[in-house]
């Protein structure tokens, strides 16, 4: 009973930014942990960050670690994803994704809800 709406992607240069939104509505207090993850063509669904609704705590993946900042506006129910120095293999859909567990993690069945997906093509 959680709606998930992704918005931002869009076309970038390599090197370049990007912020992705996703707006959560419906029984959001079941939620603790909100996380993004990404699908390359070809690949399988990878995690990008995550962080927990109340405390702001947010976890990255090795990969994106000192590039991609995750944050929240509680008041909003909006979680955001600020990516910078994007790289041509990170092109992929992006999903925002929430789960009712108040341990992040990592792995897509972890997550009950899911957004519709945003891509992100990142040009070389």
């Known amino acids: 009973q959680v709606q998930l709406v992704e918005s931002g992607g869009g076309l970038v240069q390599a090197g370049g930014s990007l912020r992705l939104s996703c707006a959560a509505s419906g029984r959001t207090f079941s939620s603790y942990v909100m996380g993004w993850f990404r699908q390359g063509p070809g690949k399988e669904r990878e995690f990008v960050a995550a962080?927990?609704?109340?405390?702001?705590?947010?976890y990255y993946a090795d990969s994106v670690k000192g590039r991609f900042t995750m944050s929240r506006d509680n008041a909003k129910n909006t979680v955001y994803l600020q990516m910078t120095s994007l790289k041509p293999e990170e092109t992929a859909v992006y999903y925002c994704?929430?789960?009712?567990?108040?341990?992040?993690?990592?792995?897509?069945?972890?997550?009950?809800?899911w957004g519709q997906g945003t891509q992100v093509t990142v040009s070389s």
């Open positions: 994704a929430a789960s009712n567990t108040v341990v992040p993690g990592d792995r897509p069945y972890e997550y009950e809800y």
């Open positions: 962080i927990n609704w109340r405390g702001g705590r947010t």
